[in-house]
T-cell receptor, first 115, second 110 residues
Framework: EPEVTQTPSHQVTQMGQEVILRCVPI?????FYWYRQILGQKVEFLVS????????KSEIFDDQFSVERPDGSNFTLKIRSTKLEDSAMYFC?????????????FGDGTRLSIL | EDKVVQSPLSLVVHEGDTVTLNCSYE??????LLWYKQEKKAPTFLFML????IEKKSGRLSSILDKKELFSILNITATQTGDSAVYLC??????????FGPGTRLSVLP
């Protein structure tokens, strides 16, 4: 069964550095998402992306964050000048079709640790 | 503000027990409610519910939605240790994202 893949599985970075988290969504999916989950807390929405542009973003997704689909397969989340509180598990998800209201399929996540 | 609440937050049972997990929601615009199972990593999709009173079933798991009372339950019968996980409830509010609840951590003891 096709799946969403994320790399790396774990990223350790010094505070203030930039990180890029990578995702390969399921190939025929059209909607892409980033969520984060701070340890012990609930899954929080960051951003959704459709047709090469951001569809919606949460308050968490400030100027420090950006997303990009640099080619036909990858979907990246960039965090500039990381802070300690950015430490979390970051999940990428995708959903199929041109119609919303369908399940999102999640990748295994990237655990980001900021030192 | 859209909100999803789950209860209990944590539950410990023995193999063979039946459990009921609860999810209630307050959202401006409701499209569907989804249940996910999260073990060590990715949330794995279980059910999507859009209509009241229609039970969705998959093996020992079943779920139903009540759109009048704004809640859903997830039942697991004859629990096994492999059912141990965090069960997440999420609501699609016609936005471009899902609103997640805090999850119920289920531990099934042998």
């Amino acid at each position: 069964e096709p799946e969403v893949t994320q790399t790396p599985s774990h990223q350790v970075t010094q505070m203030g550095q930039e990180v890029i988290l990578r995702c390969v969504p399921i190939s025929n999916h059209l909607y892409f998402y980033w969520y984060r989950q701070i340890l012990g807390q609930k899954v929080e929405f960051l951003v959704s992306f459709y047709n090469n542009e951001i569809s919606e973003k949460s308050e968490i997704f400030d100027d420090q964050f950006s997303v990009e689909r640099p080619d036909g397969s990858n979907f990246t989340l960039k965090i500039r000048s990381t802070k300690l509180e950015d430490s979390a598990m970051y999940f990428c998800a995708s959903s199929p079709g041109a119609r919303m209201g369908q399940p999102q399929h999640f990748g295994d996540g990237t655990r980001l640790s900021i030192l | 503000e859209d909100k999803v609440v789950q209860s209990p937050l944590s539950l410990v049972v023995h193999e063979g027990d039946t459990v009921t997990l609860n999810c209630s929601y307050e959202v401006t615009n409701f499209r569907s409610l989804l249940w996910y199972k999260q073990e060590k990593k990715a949330p794995t999709f279980l059910f999507m519910l859009t209509s009241s009173g229609i039970e969705k079933k998959s093996g020992r798991l079943s779920s139903i939605l009540d759109k009048k009372e704004l809640f859903s339950i997830l039942n697991i019968t004859a629990t096994q240790t492999g059912d141990s996980a965090v069960y997440l409830c999420a609501v699609d509010n016609y936005g471009q994202n899902f609103v997640f609840g805090p999850g119920t951590r289920l531990s099934v003891l042998p």
